[in-house]
């Protein structure tokens, strides 16, 4: 493989000199928070002699993790097809007796309670799980099932392999609608009644260095406690809208629960915390600059997570240091903001980092090859049309609260429909009412649709995936919903049966 | 002022129980949250401390059944202090120290009419109350 150069320009120290300096015990560390409070009260060229090493850290949720273990063979051998550790399906990727353990697959007796993030830390903790394979048999591997228990002790491989972690920065979620939330980004209140964001902002690892000058393949980083490397770009790298991720491996036998963790997002599924640090060897005066970023400099896009769609609407922009304050504004309106990475956390990780440097327990490596700053995120291709409500609505049959109930019900027969409408003058929404609600109301002789009409509607909007309607009408029991704009005009009714119709269900 | 949680059954819900021991005592009872239905619920209500025992007293009389209201419980071992918990919190009762260390004030939180951060913590260190 090609060795690629750091950096053409004269640097003013390089690894191999920071790595003499960590022998003889004189090397200079400070945490990214640190060179930051440095830099700033002694400017570039006192940060530049005196640092050799910066380092960084993060703590956070990373969905895309998981472990790649070895169990070993049984007598008789067995070709494993499916297999299940303490209940969580794991995936065979190799020969017999490899399997991947992926963070967010869930117990299948407890889902959304323990899931693979969940697992790799009981194993990390030394305890004791279940393996329950089953096979089809072959001439070679002619077992078909096995149950045994393992810890991390009878593994033969047990490497931490996450193919996307460290995300650079991420953005901020909201949610305009009426109801909670509960997403990857958490539990989100309705009618943007807080926001919740996630990255460590000024102390993330790759936020220190935005060229990716030092961080590349064969890069040694903290890794949930142990030493780990950079293996590749992470999936989904966006170098060039600042989304940048790596790859990442470590031997999970080295791993502190501490720095790995098992965490569950209400209704969303489950996921692993992981502690990641890299060291930022300050080779020359931009390594300095660069690791003296500010949270103040660190902007992200406020997201509606309101709209489930892949583009979802931005509603502006906050830095790193208005999202810690713990309050952002949004339209002037003041909203209260929280993480889901632990700042605190993130802060043990560089200085732990730092201490191990000093301690001659850690020495840098120079990448053999750098991370890519060119590649882009591309969405899917889909040879398949989605549908939208837009795609299925028709006409509703509407009245307004003035007319009689009797003009009503000839409505719904001469009609033919389920659902009345009911607007204003302005074609605004006012409320629903069923054919049962008309008919129950003659029963009684109640004779004012004011008396007996829904108010509470829950509605769709045309832009609306009908997956999204389909979950609605299922959620709250209802066989149709109004489709309104954003004015609460209405623009048609989409039912059930439509629903059925396009989706087969 | 402390906290007491005042449970209705079916049979006391259509009875003004708590304006009667207002006039009575002459006394500020400020109704924190409450859920009550024809078919009974509790509120949670704050009393000045030195009336507090007659008041429990003369709640009880009615036929309520008064409780210290049950708080969340935050396990510290398993709590990483990522903040999930802290823009759901209606009492600002969970907070960030000057470290980003999760703080709870026991005096604010509203216990088991509340348990709104328990779904919110992906760490599943909070406990309802």
């Known amino acids: 493989m090609e060795v690629i150069v750091i950096s053409s320009k004269k640097n003013f120290r390089t690894v191999k000199e920071i790595n003499d300096k960590i022998r003889n015990g004189d090397v200079q560390v400070l945490t990214a928070l640190e060179m930051k409070k440095l830099v700033e ?7 530049l002699k005196e640092v050799d090493v910066v380092t960084t850290g993060t703590f956070g949720a990373m969905c895309s993790s998981g472990a790649l273990i070895n169990v070993g063979h049984s007598d008789p051998p067995i070709k494993i097809q499916r297999a299940w550790m303490n209940d969580v399906e794991v995936s065979h990727p190799g020969a017999a007796v490899d399997l991947f353990i992926g963070a967010t697959q869930m117990s299948e007796e407890q889902p959304f309670e323990y899931g693979g993030g969940h697992l790799i830390e009981d194993l990390i903790r030394g305890k004791e799980v279940e393996l329950r394979a089953t096979a089809y048999g072959t001439d070679c591997y002619p077992r078909t099932q096995i149950k045994t228990n393992l810890t991390k002790d009878d593994l033969n491989q047990f490497h931490l392999l996450n193919f996307r972690n460290c995300y650079q920065r991420y953005v901020c979620a909201v949610n305009s609608l009426d109801q909670t939330l509960y997403t990857y980004m958490g539990k989100l209140l309705p009618r943007f009644r807080n926001a919740n964001f996630s990255g460590a902002g000024e102390l993330n690892p790759l936020m220190n260095d935005l060229t990716y000058e030092t961080i590349g393949l064969g890069t ?30 470590g031997n999970c036998k080295q791993m502190s629960p501490e720095f790995i963790q098992g965490a569950s997002f209400t209704n969303y599924g489950t996921t692993l915390y992981v502690g990641l640090g890299i060291p930022i060897p300050i080779l020359n005066k931009d390594l300095v600059k660069k690791t003296a970023i500010r949270d103040e400099e660190i902007y992200t896009d406020i997201v509606d997570y309101g709209i489930p769609r892949r583009v979802r609407p931005k509603l502006g922009k906050v830095n790193y240091k208005e999202l810690k304050s713990g309050s952002i504004r949004i339209s002037g309106k003041k909203v209260k903001a929280s993480s889901l990475s632990s700042f605190k956390k993130a802060k043990q990780v ?65 009609k033919s429909v389920n659902h009345i409408i009911v607007i204003n003058a302005d074609k605004k929404l006012r409320g629903i009412v069923t054919s049962w609600d008309i008919t129950k109301a003659m029963a009684e002789g109640k004779n004012e649709l004011s008396k007996f009409v829904t108010r509470r509607v829950i509605t769709a909007k045309p832009e609306e995936p009908l997956e999204t309607a389909s979950r609605k009408m299922a959620k709250y029991n209802i066989s149709a919903l109004p489709v309104i704009n954003r004015e609460r005009k209405v623009l048609g009714i989409v039912t059930a049966e439509d629903v059925s119709r396009l989706l087969g269900k | 002022m402390a906290k007491i949680l005042l449970k209705f059954s079916e049979s ?25 239905t024809s ?15 007659k008041l429990v007293k003369a709640f009880r009389k009615k036929g309520l059944i008064v409780t210290l209201p049950k708080l969340i419980d935050i396990d510290e071992k398993e709590c990483f202090s990522c903040g999930a918990c802290i823009t759901i919190c209606p009492v600002e009762a969970l907070v960030f120290d ?6 709870f004030d026991k005096e604010k939180c509203l216990g088991s009419t509340c348990n709104a951060c328990v779904d919110a913590c992906p760490a599943k260190a909070i406990t309802s109350g």
């Not at chain 1, 009260?41 to 940060?47: F, K, L, M, P, T």
């Not at chain 1, 030493?227 to 990442?248: A, C, L, W």
């Open chain 1, 41 to 47: 009260s002694s400017g570039v060229e006192v940060a």
């Open chain 1, 220 to 249: 040694r980083i903290f890794l949930g406690g142990a030493q780990g490397y950079v293996i590749s770009e992470g999936t989904q790298h966006d170098p060039k809208n600042r989304f940048g991720t790596i790859m990442v491996k």
């Open chain 1, 350 to 414: 560089s200085e732990l980092l730092k201490l191990w440097i000093e301690n001659q327990e850690f020495y840098l490596t120079t990448p053999i090859q750098r991370l890519p700053t060119d590649t882009e995120f591309k969405p899917m291709k889909q040879t398949q049309e989605t549908s939208f409500v837009s795609n299925v609505m028709h006409d509703a049959v509407t009245c307004t609260e003035d007319e009689e109930i009797q003009t009503i019900a000839n409505r719904i027969v001469t």
């Open chain 2, 12 to 36: 006391l819900v259509g009875k003004p129980i708590i304006s009667q021991i207002i006039m009575k005592y002459n006394v500020p009872i400020n109704i924190i949250t409450a859920n009550i």
């Open chain 2, 39 to 53: 078919k009974g619920g509790e509120f949670l209500a704050e009393i000045p401390d030195e009336i507090l025992v």
């Open chain 2, 98 to 103: 000057k470290d980003f260390s999760l703080v």
